[in-house]
Protein backbone atom coordinates (compact mmCIF):
# COMPACT_ATOMS: atom_id res chain seq x y z
CA UNK A 1 0.00 0.00 0.00
CA UNK A 2 1.18 3.26 -0.74
CA UNK A 3 0.68 6.26 0.73
CA UNK A 4 1.23 9.89 -0.22
CA UNK A 5 1.01 13.02 1.14
CA UNK A 6 2.74 16.77 1.50
CA UNK A 7 0.41 18.53 -0.74
CA UNK A 8 -0.98 22.17 -0.45
CA UNK A 9 -0.74 25.35 -2.20
CA UNK A 10 2.26 27.25 -2.39
CA UNK A 11 3.36 30.65 -4.34
CA UNK A 12 5.16 30.26 -7.51
CA UNK A 13 8.61 29.81 -6.70
CA UNK A 14 8.34 27.96 -3.39
CA UNK A 15 9.34 24.90 -2.35
CA UNK A 16 7.53 21.58 -1.34
CA UNK A 17 7.96 18.07 -0.42
CA UNK A 18 6.26 14.98 -1.14
CA UNK A 19 6.36 11.96 0.51
CA UNK A 20 5.03 8.61 -0.25
CA UNK A 21 4.75 5.85 2.39
CA UNK A 22 5.12 2.27 1.18
CA UNK A 23 3.19 -0.25 3.63
CA UNK A 24 4.10 -3.81 4.06
CA UNK A 25 7.12 -5.54 2.94
CA UNK A 26 9.16 -3.05 0.42
CA UNK A 27 11.67 -5.44 -2.10
CA UNK A 28 14.75 -3.99 -3.14
CA UNK A 29 13.82 -4.79 -6.59
CA UNK A 30 11.07 -2.61 -6.95
CA UNK A 31 11.12 1.02 -8.71
CA UNK A 32 8.84 4.24 -7.27
CA UNK A 33 7.59 6.29 -9.31
CA UNK A 34 5.70 9.90 -9.17
CA UNK A 35 2.84 10.94 -11.90
CA UNK A 36 0.81 13.95 -11.69
CA UNK A 37 -2.47 14.65 -13.26
CA UNK A 38 -3.42 18.18 -14.07
CA UNK A 39 -7.61 19.26 -14.22
CA UNK A 40 -8.67 18.16 -17.55
CA UNK A 41 -4.77 16.35 -18.53
CA UNK A 42 -3.96 12.94 -19.01
CA UNK A 43 -1.58 11.55 -16.10
CA UNK A 44 1.91 12.42 -17.35
CA UNK A 45 5.08 11.27 -15.52
CA UNK A 46 7.29 13.10 -13.15
CA UNK A 47 10.47 11.16 -12.03
CA UNK A 48 11.29 7.58 -10.81
CA UNK A 49 13.93 5.92 -8.58
CA UNK A 50 15.12 2.33 -8.44
CA UNK A 51 15.23 1.47 -4.80
CA UNK A 52 17.92 -0.74 -4.97
CA UNK A 53 21.22 1.31 -6.49
CA UNK A 54 18.76 4.93 -6.17
CA UNK A 55 19.10 5.51 -9.95
CA UNK A 56 16.89 8.20 -11.22
CA UNK A 57 15.24 9.59 -14.10
CA UNK A 58 13.02 12.95 -14.77
CA UNK A 59 10.76 14.24 -17.11
CA UNK A 60 12.02 16.83 -18.90
CA UNK A 61 9.87 19.56 -16.99
CA UNK A 62 10.62 19.19 -14.18
CA UNK A 63 15.17 18.20 -14.55
CA UNK A 64 16.83 20.36 -12.45
CA UNK A 65 14.06 21.79 -10.42
CA UNK A 66 12.73 18.62 -8.52
CA UNK A 67 14.71 15.94 -7.00
CA UNK A 68 13.39 12.51 -5.90
CA UNK A 69 15.11 9.97 -3.52
CA UNK A 70 14.16 7.46 -0.95
CA UNK A 71 14.88 6.52 2.35
CA UNK A 72 15.48 2.76 3.16
CA UNK A 73 14.75 2.70 6.82
CA UNK A 74 11.46 4.62 6.44
CA UNK A 75 10.12 2.70 3.37
CA UNK A 76 9.82 6.32 1.89
CA UNK A 77 10.40 7.86 -1.04
CA UNK A 78 10.25 12.07 -1.56
CA UNK A 79 9.82 14.07 -3.74
CA UNK A 80 11.67 17.82 -3.06
CA UNK A 81 10.13 20.20 -5.81
CA UNK A 82 11.40 23.29 -5.77
CA UNK A 83 10.75 26.95 -8.27
CA UNK A 84 7.55 25.62 -8.24
CA UNK A 85 5.48 26.98 -11.44
CA UNK A 86 1.61 27.47 -11.67
CA UNK A 87 2.03 24.66 -14.57
CA UNK A 88 2.85 22.47 -12.03
CA UNK A 89 -0.53 22.22 -10.20
CA UNK A 90 -1.92 18.72 -9.98
CA UNK A 91 -2.55 16.12 -8.27
CA UNK A 92 0.77 14.17 -7.72
CA UNK A 93 0.70 10.65 -7.28
CA UNK A 94 3.12 7.67 -6.22
CA UNK A 95 3.53 4.07 -7.83
CA UNK A 96 5.60 1.13 -7.81
CA UNK A 97 6.40 -1.81 -9.92
CA UNK A 98 8.67 -4.43 -9.94
CA UNK A 99 11.87 -3.61 -12.06
CA UNK A 100 11.50 -5.86 -15.16
CA UNK A 101 13.84 -5.46 -18.27
CA UNK A 102 13.13 -3.41 -21.40
CA UNK A 103 11.25 -0.91 -19.57
CA UNK A 104 11.28 2.81 -19.35
CA UNK A 105 8.50 3.54 -16.23
CA UNK A 106 7.81 6.12 -17.62
CA UNK A 107 3.87 5.36 -18.31
CA UNK A 108 1.05 4.88 -16.66
CA UNK A 109 0.45 1.31 -17.54
CA UNK A 110 3.78 0.09 -16.36
CA UNK A 111 3.55 0.18 -12.23
CA UNK A 112 1.51 -2.05 -10.86
CA UNK A 113 0.74 -0.10 -7.60
CA UNK A 114 -0.82 3.40 -6.73
CA UNK A 115 -1.12 5.75 -3.56
CA UNK A 116 -4.31 8.25 -3.47
CA UNK A 117 -2.40 11.10 -4.77
CA UNK A 118 -1.68 14.79 -3.34
CA UNK A 119 -2.94 17.72 -4.37
CA UNK A 120 -0.08 20.56 -5.43
CA UNK A 121 -1.49 24.12 -6.31
CA UNK A 122 0.96 26.54 -7.35
CA UNK A 123 -0.60 30.16 -7.69
CA UNK A 124 1.34 32.75 -9.60
Known amino acids: QLQASGGGLVQAGDSLRLSCAAS????????MGWFRQAPGKEREFVSH????????CYASSVKGRFTISRDNGKNTVYLDMNSLEPEDTAVYYC???????????????????WGQGTEVTVSS
Open 95 to 113: AAAPSRPYRTYSRVDEYDY
Open 49 to 56: IKWSGGIT
Open 24 to 31: GRTRSTYV
